[in-house]
């Protein structure tokens, strides 16, 4: 329905951005990987798919095409729904997904959290091709925040995981890497929780 949205970046975190078009604001769901990418960028156009459930019209939103079209190869596989598309989109780069499927590596996919070898081997063997025949190779863009550790603990909180365990592992992570990225701790956080 909606292929992008331009707009002003009325509120960002890591799981979602408020973007403001026309005095409307859209509440868009988006990747680790988007929200790195946006960084401390004022406008933005961010590229779409609208889910329609019964009780819910969610609109999610991708820095570029290939991460959208990426997304929605992922969501017609059996036993990958949005969430679960969003949450490997935001553990892995576009580039590193597509590669670990293209090369039957389910080892990289079973990394994210709550994918298990089911579910990797049907994304591989549902994808393998279609991807093999797609090119997804995208440049990474890498911020750094002054408030890394809230705002990947905000990350994981929104994407389920609860307070206290989320906030040791950030804690650890920080521990050996102080000057993480958000996007890397969100990353090495999904793979310890």
Avoid: W
């Amino acid at each position: 329905m909606y292929a992008f949205i331009s707009g002003t970046i009325a509120a960002i975190t890591p799981a979602y951005a408020i973007l403001e078009n026309n005095g409307i604001g859209y509440f868009v769901n988006i990747t680790v990987n988007t929200f790195t990418a946006i960084g401390e960028q004022e406008r933005v156009k961010l590229y779409t798919h609208l889910q329609i459930l019964e009780d819910a019209h969610n609109l999610f939103g991708f820095y570029t095409e290939k991460e959208r079209d990426l997304f929605e190869m992922l969501i017609t596989v059996s036993g990958v729904g949005c969430n679960t598309a969003r949450l490997l989109l935001s553990s892995l780069t576009v580039n590193e997904l597509s590669t670990a499927i293209a090369n039957e590596d389910f080892k990289t996919i079973q990394q994210v959290k709550g994918i298990g070898t089911k579910t990797a081997q049907r994304i591989v063997v549902d994808l393998k091709d279609k991807v093999k025949k797609t090119e997804f190779t995208e440049e990474i863009v890498e911020t750094v925040d002054n408030t890394v550790k809230t705002e990947a603990l905000s990350a994981l909180m929104i994407l389920g995981f609860s307070k206290g365990p989320a906030g040791k592992v950030l804690d650890k992570l920080l521990g050996k890497t102080p000057d993480a990225s958000v996007e890397v701790l969100i990353r090495e956080a999904l793979k310890l929780l």
